[in-house]
């Protein structure tokens, strides 16, 4: 749903602007030193990028998913770390205490997340649950007022630079799978958090993750999100089902970025006497790459039509994820083969993208998860009717 067209539209061209006249030329940069300029983010800050998918009463743009697409569809033509700055406080961080805070607690947090002063970072994978998300150990065992953290959470996105963490915590270990979680709003400055030392990845250098440690936080029981116990699994899966349209769209982004840069090449190479483009086994390349970028590009403005028309988009923010990551791999991988020796050579750019775009196939739930999913809400839904 798009609210005011020109509002959006000035909106996607001052964001394409700044992505491709202040983002673009600073990717080597990002990339060799390992951090996005202070001035970047605080650049972002002011262009409301923070608060994007934050209501407006606290804040924020409150964009609806077909805007947020349309934003990020541009936000996405760059190095995905620039994205990572906003995408979790936009998206995973903060989306749970949208959707279930209490007015409290959104009156309290949410202000500051929208203008960018405090970023959000989502707590749910540990060590030993990843995909078996709802397997996860770390507790939140009740003590009067308070709850007692412990445990610990791993590839944390943003974990370093977080304000605040969004914890999937255990609150009745009796309880062993998805009913006995809850969702927590954590200070990330509560004594006894601890973190891990960056991790060391193979892409996305200018993002970073980390493990973050629990030892005896406590937790004011005001900040377990909504409210009540047992909620948190559930939370976390609606909170992961619009993230991952948010990641499809990036991947749709990073893909056309990829497939103009391809196209430029083509243009320019020549060989045998003539443009490299002009050999049907490059055109097939990128047709191939232009066909499946028009398919994942319209399933996800499906998808996120159909979200904000309020109809269930989990199997579909699935299918979005599934097809639009793997899709991007093969994007990135065609690239490469384009731009031939160069394409593996550092300062063309192009095997730096193909490094950073292997992630979308594993974040925010694997391709395997996302074929699991829909497969069984599929056999779900045939039982039911
Ligand atoms: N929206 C609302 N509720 C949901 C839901 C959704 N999208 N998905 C599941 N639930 C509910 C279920 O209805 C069920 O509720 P009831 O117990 O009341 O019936 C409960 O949550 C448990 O769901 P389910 O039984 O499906 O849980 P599973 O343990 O089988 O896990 C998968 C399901 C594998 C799909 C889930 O663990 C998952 O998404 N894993 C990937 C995690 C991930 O993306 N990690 C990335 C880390 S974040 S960067």
Known sequence: MIRDEDITQALVETVARYVRERLVPLEHQVADEDRIPP???????EMGLFGLTIPEAHGGLGLTMEEEVRVLLELGKTSPAFRSVIGTTVGIGSQGIVFDGTPEQQAQWLPKLASGEMIASFALTEPGAGSDAASLRTTAIKDGDHYVVNGTKRYITNAPQAGLFTLMARTDPAIKGA??????????????????????????RGAHTCDVIFENVRVPAANLIGGKEGQGFKMAMRVLDKGRIHIAAICVAVAQRLLADSLAYAAERQQFGQAIGDFQLIQAMLADSKTEIYAAECMVMDAARRRDSGRPVATEAACCKLFASEMCGRVADRAVQIFGGAGYMAEYGIERFYRDVRLFRLYEGTSQIMQTLIGRNLMREVRNS
Request: glycine share 16%; proline share 6%; charged share 25%.
């Open 39 to 45: 001035e970047v983010v605080q650049e972002m800050r």
């Open 179 to 204: 009913g006995g979680v809850s969702a927590f709003i954590v200070d990330a400055k509560s004594p006894g958090i601890s973190l891990g030392l960056p991790d060391r990845k193979m892409g996305q």
